[in-house]
């Protein structure tokens, strides 16, 4: 497969913005990131306050991470502390505390699917593609369902979802800074749209994908009750429309979801993006 076994490894980092989930993160992403081997002296977790500092290093095994940082409250708030937090350049791995496993996609495999073997390989993988992209935002397949993930790289304009994506740290100042507007829902859509504006590419990797319980766990966006973030079909609906306002030219507004919530539609309306296979 892969540059992955030639090159050394990525000095990466795992940041994990997390919010009244102390014991979330304690079941789920943390024996996760365990499981497969990711030394904590990577894993850095951000929470809203002090007194949230106090719950979360009373909850959590100090052995499975490596330092708790008390950031702000909100989740695009925290994604641009997150960015200005660590150096320029340095690679970054932002995951979400509810994250229970991670499926690859297996054309023999029931169901196409399989439980993912090597995430630092699908890490290394995220930051190399990058590197030959010449671009700084990676992600994942955004449903943990192989009867739509596939075995293609993507490099044109593709939803980054932010439960699990990677990114050479942009900060948040200068020409090449990337920092969102968007506080609430769909802030992860905003900032796939400031990547590829900056770069002209970002990297998704549609044979890996997160499983995760987007709408349903306690704590995080449920709980948070600051403007735009309430995760209800209003709120929901408010950030799809925000962003098609804001972004005409890359997004449109998608309401015909079986789900019921209002969706968004990613394209590069000002030419066609570029597509490649390649195997893995």
């Known amino acids: 497969m892969s540059p992955t076994r030639k090159n050394k490894l990525h000095d990466f980092v795992v940041a994990i913005p997390s919010y009244k989930r102390a014991d979330t993160l304690k079941e789920k992403t943390l024996p996760l990131l365990d499981h497969y081997g990711i030394e904590p002296r990577r894993i850095h977790i951000f929470v809203a306050n002090k007194d949230e500092e106090k719950v979360y290093k009373e909850t959590l095994d100090p052995k499975l991470y490596g330092k708790i940082i008390v950031g702000v409250k909100g989740i695009g708030p925290v994604r641009n502390f997150i960015y200005d937090y660590f150096p320029i350049g340095k690679p970054i ?3 979400d505390d509810d994250i229970q496993g991670f499926l690859e996609y297996d054309a023999k495999a029931p169901r196409s699917e399989k439980k ?3 995430l630092k390989k699908i890490i290394q993988r995220g930051f190399d593609e990058c590197k030959k992209a010449g671009c700084r935002l990676w992600g994942v397949y955004p449903v943990a369902n192989g009867f739509f993930m596939n075995e293609r790289v993507t490099t044109d304009l593709k939803y980054i979802i932010a439960c699990f994506e990677g990114f050479f740290n942009p900060g948040t ?3 090449k800074g990337i920092k969102l507007n968007k506080m609430g829902h ?3 859509y905003e900032s796939s749209i400031l990547f590829y504006k900056a770069d002209g590419a970002v990297v998704r990797m549609n044979f890996v994908a997160p499983k995760t319980a ?10 948070y009750k600051g403007k735009g973030d309430i995760r209800s ?3 929901i609906l408010e950030g799809a429309k925000w962003i098609v306002a804001k972004y005409p030219e890359f997004a449109k507004l998608n309401l015909s979801k079986a789900s019921g919530r209002a969706e968004v539609k990613l394209k590069d309306m000002r030419e066609e993006g570029k597509t490649r296979k390649v195997k893995h």
């Open 93 to 95: 791995v932002s995951m």
């Open 116 to 118: 993912l073997g090597d």
């Open 173 to 175: 100042k200068g020409a």
């Open 186 to 188: 769909k802030d992860d």
């Open 214 to 223: 987007y709408y349903t766990e306690k704590g995080g966006l449920q709980e």
């Open 233 to 235: 079909p209003e709120g």
